[in-house]
Every structure is written in C-alpha cells, then in structure tokens.
C-alpha cells in the first residue's frame, strides 16, 4: 500500500514537470515570435490582444472619445469646457511598442499638449483651434501608429 502511495506521488510529480516543461515551451515559442507582434504593433493594427491593450492605447482611446465629443459639441455651437476634457499624459505610461518612446515621439506629444492648451486658452476660434489639435494628432500618427489615421482623419471640422 505504501509503495503504491509513493509511485503515485512521484508519478504525479513527474505529470506536473511534464506540464510545467509544455508551459516553458509554449512561453519560448511566444517570444520567438515577439518581433512580428512588435512591428505588427507599430502599425497598431492588429492589436496581440484587443482585450488586454496597455495603458498608451488605453489613454488614446480615451483621447479619441473625448475629440468626437468635442466635435460633437463645437458643432452644436457649444463652447468646450476645460474641465470637461482634462489633460491626458498619454507620454508617461506604457505602450505596445516601447520602441515609439524615442526624442521625435517626445516632441509630438510636446506639440500636441501645446495645441491642447491653446484650445481652452480663449472661448473664441476654438474651431480652428480643435482642428489644429487634430492635425498634432495626425502628425504623431504619421510617424508612429498609422492605424488609426482613417479615423482621425475624419475628426476635422470643415
Ligand atoms: C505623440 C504621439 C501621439 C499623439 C499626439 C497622439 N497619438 Fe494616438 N497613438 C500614439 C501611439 C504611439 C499609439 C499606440 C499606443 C499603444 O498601442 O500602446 C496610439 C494609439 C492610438 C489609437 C489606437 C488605440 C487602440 O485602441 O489601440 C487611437 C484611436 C489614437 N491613438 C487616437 C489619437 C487621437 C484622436 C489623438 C489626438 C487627440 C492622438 N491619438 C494623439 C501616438 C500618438
């Protein structure tokens, strides 16, 4: 009976090195195939994991739904309230390709929180000052996520 005990005890031992070694080899083929998925990334299209997205697309989602409200607002002739559209630091936190974190991608953002503060700076022109905020976003998307440019493309106001 003892014996019986034992052999089960190191079968089981070895049913859970065999699935720990299955883990490692699945892990290894992941990160062989991680420089695909990284440029892949730069494009930011597809996404690895839509449903796990990091911080940056996170904020950036946030930052797309907040210029669709502000368009929806300027058109209605409203003013855009700067509470209502508090700064996102989108440049501090983590994104799906670390390797965007370079000088140029800093200046982008650098000119695009420059935009954002001359939009609430004065009630007035915030038309032409919201589609001069776009255009920052449009700029940093030429050079680091192509992706989405379709859709921002479309944020302008005539
Ligand atoms: C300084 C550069 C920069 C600026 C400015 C910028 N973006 Fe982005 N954007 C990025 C990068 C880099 C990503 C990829 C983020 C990631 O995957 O972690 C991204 C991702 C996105 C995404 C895809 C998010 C997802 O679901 O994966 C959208 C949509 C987006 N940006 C919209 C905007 C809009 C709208 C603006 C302007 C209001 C803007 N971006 C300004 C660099 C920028």
């Known amino acids: 009976m003892k014996k019986t005990i034992a052999v089960l005890f190191v079968f089981s031992f070895l049913i859970l090195g065999w699935q720990s070694c299955n883990q490692t080899d699945s892990q290894k083929k992941e990160t062989a195939t991680t420089p695909v998925i990284t440029k892949e990334a730069k494009a930011c299209t597809p996404i690895k994991d839509p449903n796990n997205p990091k911080p940056m697309a996170l904020m950036m989602r946030m930052m797309a739904a907040n210029a669709d409200s502000m368009r929806s607002q300027l058109l209605r002739g409203e003013t855009l309230d700067s509470t209502n559209y508090p700064f996102i630091k989108f440049y501090l936190v983590e994104p799906t390709d670390p ?46 996520c192509s992706g989405p440019l379709k859709r921002i493309r479309k944020f302008p106001i005539e």
């Open 99 to 144: 390797n965007v974190l370079e000088p140029q991608f800093f200046e982008n953002a650098r000119l695009f929180q420059q935009a954002y503060k001359n939009l609430f700076a004065k009630p007035k022109d915030q038309i032409k000052r919201y589609n001069l905020l776009i255009n920052s976003c449009i700029k940093c998307h030429e050079s680091y």
